[in-house]
């Protein structure tokens, strides 16, 4: 129970709004759509526009970590982003309704190859020292590891920090775990494995009830 | 040169308040021409008395202590102050008891999220008036106090705190299985519902039941899609919202009313009907409450007690937000 949010104003009417990550989710969001009947043509094209108004939907396209941020005050009714974007902003108040089952990958504790002190980091000095862009994930998980860390959080590439001493190890999400061999490092412990959610506004929930269980059932039947 | 306050606080100049006051004075007439009287109750208050509402009742967020070393607290909303006024002070009165606040109150806030750590709300307390008779009352104090605020378009969402629970209790999910699901549900997490569901020991039909239940949400018709997942092989399990819900009805104003079968709030003294408050023009909830009819027994008092809350700064925004989009149409 925390403070009071202040209301987002102009909640749009008309078709449902839904936040699409751009990046690493956008091809696979845009396909599942496409799978639904949404005409995606637009998104999929060359402009620099950042809505694109379709029958159905209105489709609103931003950064990955952007989308809990507009469900949560309402400026998008629906979102689809990642498990790990959801995990590591559990503090924002949304439904998360769907497991849409693509953009699966690991979020994970990894170290270089030739490092086995790890333990001793923590034994000896008290805490081992991790980088990571997901700093919420990470002091979760060693504290329910039981384990100290001093996480470190840095906004770039993560895999610099244990190269360049910075850190001992780090908490990142891996896909193929090459960009992790080509700087020598490698998956210690699995964390959480994440794919690509379908989450909602809290008043949209209840007040387009109806719309977004159909689309939801839909986009469920789609990414089985 | 600037000089600061603290991080969820704020100055409210001359137009923003009248525009305020003017909403908390409506808001009064409505309570009062149904019988609530106002109260006023300290803003500071012992820690250990706030803190009988169990540990599940909104946290004080700040703490200190008086010169003589007690720890007080600043109160986190009115419904446990209230609760602790009926208790000291209407220990032999005539039941029941109507009483209604426009009070200030105090919230932790998270960094950098522009919330809000002290807030205005207006609300309703009705002691001693069992369900679903006062729960129908407390409903129409508040569809009216809507309508007097401008927002004819809010919509009233009712639940059951106790719904989902006896329905696991019945299908014969054990502890603390029990917990696990509940607080999933209350965080909203279907999906981690879901994955929970298939990960325990259960038939087909109550997998289904139990997924699907939490779901439904609308008018009437949701109790009959209710019994088709097969609700009603949990007695009794569906009647205290279908008693309310028809109450309401009768009041006229069950078109008002949205049922919804998976709502739970954040607050832990609620026990029998919950509410929440919407409006289209907002992405956040306008206020809610419902029934707490085991808050007063752990202040010695057992009484059976309904009542909502508006966040007043919220119910203004949308106020201006209704009146704006009411001038595009007309124009």
Redesign the interface.
């Known amino acids: ?11 749009p ?1 008309g078709p449902l709004r839904l936040a699409l990550p751009r990046g690493a989710l956008f091809e696979s969001s845009l396909d599942l759509l496409d799978r639904v009947g949404v005409d995606t043509s637009e998104p999929r094209g060359e402009g620099r526009s950042l809505i694109f108004k379709t029958p159905e939907l209105t489709l609103v396209t931003m950064r990955p970590s952007d989308v809990p941020t507009y469900v ?4 998008a009714d629906l979102g689809i982003t990642g498990k790990d974007v959801l995990l590591e902003q559990a ?1 924002r ?7 849409l089952n693509y953009g699966a990958c690991r979020m994970v504790l990894a170290a270089p190859v030739d490092d086995d002190h790890l333990d001793e980091y923590e034994r000896r000095l008290g805490a081992i020292r991790i980088a990571t862009k997901y700093k919420r994930i990470a002091e979760d998980f060693f504290e329910r590891t039981g384990r100290r860390a001093e996480v470190i959080e840095v906004k770039g590439s993560v895999e610099l920090a244990p190269v360049s001493g910075l850190a001992d190890a780090i908490v990142d999400l891996v896909d193929s775990g090459r960009t992790l061999r080509d700087n020598g490092l490698e998956v210690r412990e699995e964390i959480v494995e994440c794919t690509a ?1 379908l989450i909602a ?7 387009r ?2 719309e977004i ?1 159909d689309l939801s059932a839909r986009l469920a039947e789609a990414s089985r | 040169m600037t000089h600061p306050i603290p991080p ?1 606080s704020r100055d409210i100049l001359p137009d923003e308040m009248r525009e305020l006051r003017a909403l908390q004075t409506r808001l009064a007439e409505v309570f009062d021409r149904f019988g609530y009287g106002e109260v006023a109750t300290p803003t500071v208050e012992y820690d250990d008395v706030l803190a009988m509402a169990g540990e599940a009742g ?2 004080a ?1 700040h703490r200190f202590f008086d010169s003589g070393g007690d720890l007080l607290a600043m109160r ?1 909303d009115m419904t446990v102050p209230i609760a602790r006024l009926v208790a000291n002070r209407f220990q032999e009165a005539e039941l029941p008891l109507r009483f209604f606040y426009n009070a200030r109150a105090y ?4 960094p950098q ?5 002290e ?1 205005f709300q207006a609300g309703i307390e009705l002691v001693g008036a069992d369900a679903p008779g006062g729960t129908v009352e407390a409903i129409e104090v508040l569809a009216a106090a809507l309508d007097a605020a401008g927002l004819g378009r809010a ?1 009233v ?1 009712l639940g059951d705190a106790s719904l989902y629970r006896s329905v696991l209790t019945e299908v014969g999910v054990p502890e603390p299985g029990r917990a696990k699901l509940l607080n999933l549900l209350a965080g ?5 519902l879901a ?1 929970a569901l298939d990960r325990l020991e259960l038939s087909d039909e109550d997998r289904l039941l139990l997924g699907a239940l939490p ?1 439904l ?2 008018g009437r018709e949701v109790f009959d899609r209710a019994r088709e997942l097969g609700a009603d092989r949990v007695a009794g399990a569906l009647d205290p919202l279908e008693q309310t819900f028809a109450g309401v009805e009768g009041r006229g104003i069950g078109a008002r009313v ?1 049922l ?1 079968l998976g709502l739970l709030r ?2 832990g003294y609620y026990t029998g009907a919950i509410l ?1 408050v ?8 306008l206020g809610g409450g419902g029934r707490y009819d085991e808050l007063m027994g752990r202040l010695g008092k057992p009484l059976p007690a309904v009542g909502f809350a508006l ?1 007043l ?2 119910l203004h ?2 106020q ?2 209704e009146e ?2 009411g001038e595009g149409q007309g124009s």
């Open positions: 129970m925390s403070g009071v949010d202040r209301a987002t104003r102009a909640r009417e949560e005050a309402g400026a503090d108040v949304f439904y998360e309704l769907l497991d959610r506004n809290r008043v949209a929930h209840k007040l009830a109806a269980d | 969820g909104a946290p967020a986190s919230r932790a806030v998270r999220r522009g919330q809000m750590g807030f919509v969402g909203r997490d279907l999906v981690g994955a779901g949400r609308g949205a919804d954040d607050l929440e919407y409006d289209p023009a907002l992405g956040h909830v966040f700064e919220r925004v949308a201006a937000e704006r989009l």
